[in-house]
Each structure stands twice: as C-alpha cells, then as structure tokens.
C-alpha cells in the first residue's frame, strides 16, 4: 500500500544553516506530494505542494523536488530562522486510493540563535 | 475567518465516558475527515466522509463513530472512552472539484483529549 517514510528527528540546527529533511514514498498510482508544517500548538499548514514529477514546491524559502525515479520529496531551506522551528510532515495523495492522504511520522525541527 | 473550527481544545475524560469533539467548515468542502496524532505515529485516519450522508473507516476506527448530516460539519463521537484513545485529533477538509485549492486539506486547530 502507499505510504512515506521520513527523516527522524529532532533536528537541531544554529540560526542561517542549510536545511535538508529528507522524504520517500511508496505509491501504486501517480501522486501528489505534499509539505506540512505544524507550529506548536497549532493545527497543519500547507508549505508547498508538486503535483508531477520533476515539478518544485517552494513557499517562504523552503523548496522540494518530485523525482519519481528515486520515489524523493526532499525538502531543503538554505538559511533557516528561529521562525522555522516546527514539525514538518510530509504526505501524499494517490487518486489510486481515492485521494486519501498518507503522512510520515514528522520531523521535528528546532532552530537556534 | 473561513476555515475548520473544532471544539472543544482540551478535555479530560474517565474510562468509560463518552464525549463528540466537534467540527465545522464554512468553505464548502465535500470531503472531511478525523485523525489522530500520537507521538512517533505520525497522522492516522480515523474515519472520512465525502459528502453529507456519506462516511466510511480509516485506518483505525474502533471506538469511533461519525455522522454526516450536513455538509458543514462532522462530529467524532467516543461512545466509551479508552486510555488508548488520549491524543490529539485533528478534523481536515478539502474540496474534490478542480483547481488550485483542489487536493489540499486544510486542518483545524487540534482537539487534545486525555482519558484516565
């Protein structure tokens, strides 16, 4: 069945580091794969989205790329703020299994000053 | 604002109490859903629903029951509260029609639920 497996965390990275946290998936059909971020206390928030391979997400500074010929959905950030410090899940949607979503277990991410 | 409000935030319950955690959208979505976060699990689905009338089983419905009668909310009911069944549930939504919104769940702010 579709799942994804993500890097374990917690992360811990120094204000301005280059940030990598890394993503694969196993899907029967064609997904969509998908970035989330989750701040303390809070609900998901979308963080970007790619809906083909070779397609990059980007949103406020964070990108990833759909390589489908390594089933990967990295997501780097190239100088993180203390503002990034959260738990980052990444997910697929495979319309194979009526669009249901599948998450990794998150990877929590702390950054400091 | 638009978007998924859930009630209550916390709540504390005994063994063998039932209670419903609340959800409603205001966005029109078709499609809800119930997941629970644990710690080292990720999200697990609970139950989903794609339209008024419509539900159907997660991943791990047991001790869990839904209902659709409208299109703008989704009770989660625990009908005999569990200690298995402390963690913190998150309903979501997302249209199924096309466009740039399309295949995105939008998530409420969380519901933490402890059982004694």
């Known amino acids: 069945g579709d799942s994804v497996t993500q890097m374990e965390g917690p992360v811990t990275l120094s204000e301005e580091a280059f940030l990598t946290i890394n993503c694969t998936y196993t899907?029967?059909?064609?997904?969509?794969l998908f970035w989330y971020v989750q701040y303390p206390g809070e609900g998901l928030q979308l963080l970007l989205k790619?809906?083909?391979?070779?397609d990059k997400g980007s949103n406020k500074g964070f990108e990833a790329t759909y390589r489908k010929e390594t089933t990967s959905f990295h997501l780097e950030k190239g100088s993180v703020q203390v503002s990034d410090s959260a738990v980052y899940f990444c997910?697929?949607?495979?319309?194979?299994?009526?669009?249901?979503?599948?998450f990794g277990t998150g990877t929590s991410l702390t950054v400091i000053p | 604002n638009a978007g998924v409000t859930q009630t209550p935030k916390f709540q504390v319950l005994k063994t063998g109490q039932s209670m419903t955690l609340q959800c409603a959208q205001d966005?029109?979505?078709?499609?809800m859903s119930w997941y629970r976060q644990d710690p080292g699990m990720g999200l697990r689905l609970i139950h989903y629903?794609?339209?008024?009338?419509?539900?159907d089983q997660g991943e791990v419905p047991n001790g869990y029951n839904v209902s659709r009668s409208t299109t703008e909310d989704f009770p989660l009911r625990l009908l005999s509260a569990a200690p298995s069944q402390t963690s913190v549930y998150f309903c979501?939504?997302?249209?199924?029609?096309?466009?740039?919104?399309?295949?995105?769940?939008?998530f409420g702010a969380g519901s933490r639920l402890t059982v004694l």
């Open positions: 979501a939504s997302r249209t199924r029609t096309g466009g740039a919104g399309a295949n995105v769940l939008t």
């Open positions: 790619a809906t083909k391979a070779d």
């Open positions: 997910a697929l949607s495979d319309r194979g299994t009526g669009n249901q979503f599948y």
């Open positions: 629903s794609v339209g008024a009338g419509i539900t």
């Open positions: 899907a029967t059909g064609y997904p969509s």
């Open positions: 966005m029109n979505h078709e499609y």
